[in-house]
Nanobody, 120 residues
Framework: QVQLQESGPGLVKPSQTLSLTCTVSGGSITTNSYYWSWIRQPPGKGLEWIGRIGNFGTYYNPSLKSRTSISRDTSKNQFTLQLSSVTPEDTAVYYC?????????????WGQGTQVTVSS
């Protein structure tokens, strides 16, 4: 059973960098079969894909690319999100999820989500 767990601060000040970690258990993040993704949901809005990382590369939402960095620590089976220069519009529940390496995005395992609020 694959499990994903997000961790990181729940409150970030404007202009600072949001940093979250996803710890994966029950499966290796170095598999060729999956990407490891970050997705968020602002209050009252739909899901927004942030980016993904895997053996075939790292990909970002063009609208967030200039502020986003996703990396991984294979020794800890973790991957991380850094979002710089945050504003209150970055307030959201942030999820990590596993996505199959397919042309159509298919997410089969998700973390429970973590609330991040951007406020001074």
């Amino acid at each position: 059973q694959v499990q994903l767990q997000e961790s990181g601060p729940g409150l970030v000040k404007p202009s600072q960098t949001l940093s979250l970690t996803c710890t994966v258990s029950g499966g290796s993040i170095t598999t060729n079969s999956y990407y490891w993704s970050w997705i968020r949901q602002p209050p009252g809005k739909g899901l927004e894909w942030i980016g993904r990382i895997g053996n075939f590369g790292t990909y970002y939402n063009p609208s967030l690319k200039s502020r986003t960095s996703i990396s991984r620590d294979t020794s800890k089976n973790q991957f991380t999100l850094q979002l710089s220069s945050v504003t209150p519009e970055d307030t959201a529940v942030y999820y990590c999820a596993r996505r199959a390496v397919t042309s159509v995005p298919l997410y089969d395992y998700w973390g429970q989500g973590t609330q991040v609020t951007v406020s001074s």
